[in-house]
């Protein structure tokens, strides 16, 4: 029997991040023959609307209200629960982002609801639904299965694919109004510490640096191959605590997981914290002085010499081909 599954749209300056788009595969894996229903919250978001039915949702329902202008996990949760508890779903997916790690807790306490965090895959067997996450920091691997209640997951980006849009698929927007209790949290500014480019948690391609690059001007010839690829540049923490990037370009246990589809390691030497935070990546490549460094362990190509002469090369045969 087909099931009723709730996906939770996420914006970031009023555009879907494609986690919102993972998530509505991921619910029509587990809606089988039933719907998928995405939920758009904010001040300003019925244009994003469409985009999800090209996606693949069933139906879309919008709450809009000044007091969703910026993520609160006390706002959110109250205008989800109010849409939850009209749906009435069998299930309920949302990112496995900063926002969905936040407010996904919050939801699942209040619906009395077991939640299945970071899944990476989803396996449909004939009368069960498994789903798998990472555990000990990306070292093993977890089954798990949800035996009784309803299905709550959130879902790592860049691990579930996307179903391809369709321009022409047509589904039903309806907004609805929430009443929305005052806030104890209140956003007043929010300050961007990063530049506008590629999310590094969404990005296909990424240029990290570790302590090997040695200066904030050190990461210039990363960025330079990263903008040729179309990639976001990452770090690892031994770069951010010696100040030549910043924190929120970190990348493993204590910053951001990525699962590129390709991951450059330059000058960082694969301490596990780090490894924790990028070894799904799909293909990695480690450039390092050191062969012995642990990088070349995860890596599927390594190249022992120095990131400031192969950075460039590597930068220089990318743009021959692109040509
Ligand atoms: P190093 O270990 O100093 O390595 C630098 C590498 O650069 C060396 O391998 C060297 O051979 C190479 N190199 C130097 N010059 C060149 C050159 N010109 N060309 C090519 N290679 C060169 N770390 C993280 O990254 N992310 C985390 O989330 C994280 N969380 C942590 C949490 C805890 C609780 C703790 C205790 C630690 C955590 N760490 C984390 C820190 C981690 O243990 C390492 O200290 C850190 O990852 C090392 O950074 P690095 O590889 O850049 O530096």
């Known amino acids: 029997m087909g ?10 300056d009023g555009a879907l991040r494609n986690v ?18 995405a939920v758009l919250l904010g001040d300003s978001v019925q244009t994003q609307a469409q985009l999800m039915i090209q996606f693949g949702a069933d139906r879309v329902i919008i709450v809009e209200n000044e007091k969703l202008g910026h993520y609160t996990s006390d706002g959110f949760s109250q205008a989800f629960l109010s849409v939850e508890a009209q749906e009435k779903p069998d299930g309920i997916v949302i990112g496995h982002t900063a926002l969905g790690k936040d407010l996904s807790p919050k939801i699942a306490n209040k619906l009395n609801a077991g939640l299945i965090s970071d899944v990476t895959k989803i396996e449909e067997g004939s009368d069960n639904v498994t789903f798998i996450r990472p555990i000990f920091s990306g070292k093993a691997f977890e089954k ?4 009784e209640g309803p299905i709550f997951i959130t879902i790592r980006p860049n691990n579930i694919d996307m179903l391809e849009k369709d321009e022409f698929r047509k589904g039903d927007v309806k907004s609805i109004a929430v009443d929305i209790k ?26 990290a640096g ?18 040729l690829l179309g990639g976001a540049v990452g770090a690892s923490r031994g770069a951010c605590d010696a100040d030549y990037c910043d924190y929120s370009l970190q990348i493993g246990q204590t910053g951001k997981v990525v699962t590129p589809d390709l991951y450059i390691a ?6 596990i914290q780090h490894m924790a935070g990028m070894s799904n990546s799909k293909v990695i490549v480690a450039i390092n002085k050191d062969p012995e460094a642990s990088i ?15 950075v460039p090369l590597l930068t ?6 692109k040509a």
């Open 316 to 321: 220089e045969e990318f743009r021959k081909i």
């Open 266 to 271: 330059c000058g960082i030497s694969g301490a």
């Open 210 to 227: 570790g302590r090997g690059v040695k200066s904030a001007e050190g990461f210039k010839p990363l960025q330079e191959l990263a903008d």
């Open 3 to 12: 099931k009723k599954i709730l996906v939770l749209g996420e914006l970031r």
């Open 20 to 37: 919102s788009f993972e998530a509505i595969a991921a619910g029509k894996k587990l809606a089988g023959d039933g719907e998928v229903v």
């Open 144 to 147: 798990k299965e949800i035996v």
């Open 182 to 207: 005052d806030l104890r949290t209140i956003i007043q500014d929010v300050v961007r510490k990063t530049s506008d480019g590629v999310d590094l948690s969404e990005a296909k391609v990424i240029i």
């Open 296 to 310: 070349f362990n995860v890596a599927d190509y390594g190249i022992v010499g120095d990131l400031f002469e192969v």
